[in-house]
């Protein structure tokens, strides 16, 4: 184990959620900023907003939380990204995206650059790439990062804004590949692959994309965790559901933390388990611990 302050980039989106009572900031890329911030990490946001309102408002919550915005790109054309947000009676969200939004114009500049040379750890994921033009940037700055940095490929296959490509693409570029486990027949069948069962569609990925590590959550059942050296399952917790915006993100932001401590196969699920299950238990993708750190408030979960 060691207390080094690793820089985390979660590279893509930012958005509002907006939601039946009221808006709620998120995006894949921030919440992940923001849990690996709590957890300890330098947390940055490489993303892009437009010169508006919400655009400003989004860069002031962020800063206030601690995460680093100084990688948030200002847009003069094309505004902040939005989603209208339903949540069911399980608290399991539907979402509808805007599109045309200022994270579909990633621009390739000297500080991401750099941003991408210095990094210890990337999350990406497939939605940020559904526009040419961030598709290119997200590819050059995985690119631009040192062979020894932690790529992760967070699946979102949200509405219809992926395709085989960029599946492809991303995870031949990947060292772990995090989705959930509505995800993984999707993407069996977009790659005209057989699916048997989790462990062995999981172990089919590994092999033909030269996976380090694969994770497939499970929502309220846990997860599996794959490297060629083993597997291991946990149960997940029962705790009640406020709603589960962000607790997938939560999850990558503790199953990270723990990979790039050298942490076994049971501790990087403990972690990541705890965490996503804490941001599922309370309102928005990114809740305050308080004055409690956030360590105290996981120590509470199950």
């Not at 991401?112 to 990337?122: G, N, S, V």
């Amino acid at each position: 184990m060691t207390n080094e302050r690793y820089k985390v980039v979660g590279l893509g989106e930012i958005l509002w959620d907006m939601l039946p009572n009221g808006k709620q900031l998120g995006g894949a890329p921030a919440n992940f900023a923001y849990i690996s911030t709590l957890l300890g990490a330098e947390g940055i946001v490489a993303s892009r907003v437009g010169s508006d309102s919400l655009g400003n408002e989004a860069l002031q919550q962020l800063a206030a939380l601690g995460v680093t915005t100084g990688f948030v790109q200002s847009d003069t054309v094309h505004p902040t990204g939005t989603v209208q947000v339903e949540v069911d009676h399980a608290g399991q969200p539907k979402f509808e995206i805007a599109e045309g939004v200022a994270w579909d114009f990633l621009e390739w500049t000297p500080d991401w650059q750099k941003l991408a040379e210095q990094a210890d750890a990337t999350c990406f994921g497939s939605l940020a790439q559904r526009a040419l033009a961030s598709r290119a940037t997200i590819r050059q700055f995985l690119g631009a990062a040192r062979k020894e940095a932690v790529r992760v490929f967070d699946v979102n296959l949200r509405q219809a804004f992926f395709s085989q490509e960029v599946l492809v693409e991303s995870m031949k570029v990947a060292d772990i590949v995090k989705l959930n486990h509505e995800e993984l027949p999707r993407i069996m069948q977009v790659f005209g692959l057989e699916h048997r069962d989790e462990i062995a569609a999981a172990d089919s990925l590994m092999e033909l994309h030269h996976l380090k590590l694969i994770c497939v959550t499970r929502g309220c059942r846990g997860s599996l965790l794959i490297r060629q050296q083993g597997l291991n399952e946990h149960p997940g917790y029962r705790i009640r559901v406020a709603d589960a915006i962000g607790a997938g993100d939560a999850f990558t932001a503790g199953l990270v933390h723990e990979y790039l401590r050298g942490s076994s196969l049971p501790e990087m699920n403990e972690t990541a388990n705890r965490v996503g299950a804490w941001v599922a238990s309370r309102l928005g993708a990114m809740p305050s611990p308080g004055e409690r750190r956030i360590r105290n408030e996981m120590v509470r979960i199950g």
